[in-house]
């Protein structure tokens, strides 16, 4: 629509300069010039212009001008190709408005276009001619009627086609959620139950072994069996809440992780927290927790007692967990005698290597990325979700 808008100004204007009376400053050329410039104008600005909502007395403005301005010139210029400016005038209110309205605004033109040339035209078929102008008119308003047609149909299936994904989006969300929910009903049922009755048999063999005074350190044992199941109990607990959808404070599960951390694996842990807190989704809090739950076991697994720092770093961008240790300079053998031969994380981390593999699966189906290296002597584990 728009390259055609420059061609039928450049023929108007061509056609203008090369008839009778030539445009001027008084007059009729005058009228001739004031009528040029209309078509002129109302070409540029609409071969300029772009749909943005306008109102329809906005929009019908530009094409009555140029159909008016044909008019006159059709009326002056008995030679010039007005009728270009007028049918185009024409084709420009049925591509932009409703049919009814368009047919409205476009009956005047196409009659007044009709009219001049009978009057003005010096030839015999001046009747023929004006027929012409007419069929030409009502062949461009028809066919912009059904192309304005076919873009609101093709724009109604767009939209119901995104709709429709919408919907099955939606469905296949409501699918997921009855799914996890039925898993972690099952979850509940099965481990909930279980733990809970291995917690009641600790606890009794507990009270028998206080009774019968054991020997403290099978006492002791029968305690921390009863502790790791109530921990257990809890870790249970967590995953079904992520299941479920239920937020759990990241900050509190991993101050809890470090306090166990700290008691049973011997580990000098500090806890650092950076930047404004924000809430993220049950399944991302999740991943942190059980990544954070391998690094640290990681750690006192192959650097036992280094100093390891456990930062959440909040940013504008993303959410990064960091668990770094600073390594230990000798192994120890499994007897706990020292050896002479070096033994650092890299080492240690390169067996089976599916600690770290789970780490990064668990962090990639939250949108996350998992980094792990050796830093130093040591070596980190960095976690990010986005924010």
Partial sequence: MHLMLWVVMVLTVTSVLQSRPHPGATGERLVISLALAGCVLSLTFAAMARDTGKSEAATAALPLVLGVSGNVLAFLQSASMSVVSVSTAVAMLFARLRPRLAALLAAPLTVAIAAITVYVSPS????????????????????????????????????????????????????????????????????AQSLSALSVQLEGARKLAERDQVDPPLHQLIVRSGELTREGLADARRAVAALRGDDVPMVDQLTALVGRCRRDLALPITLSVIGQRRTLAPDANLAFYRGAQEALTNTARYAAGSPTAVVLRYTPQATVLTISDQGRATGVDDDGAGTNVPVTPVEAWTGGGNGLRGMRERMERVGGVTHAGPIGQGWTVEMEIPA
């Fill in 124 to 191: 015999s078929n001046a009747f023929q001619v004006a027929v012409a102008c007419v069929l030409l008119c009502v062949v461009l308003g028809a066919v912009y009627v059904f192309a304005r047609q076919a873009r609101l149909r093709h724009d109604h299936t767009e939209l119901l086609l995104a709709e429709l994904e919408d919907s099955r989006e939606a469905e296949a969300r409501a699918a997921a959620v009855a799914e996890r929910t039925r898993i972690a009903r099952e979850l509940h049922d099965i481990l």
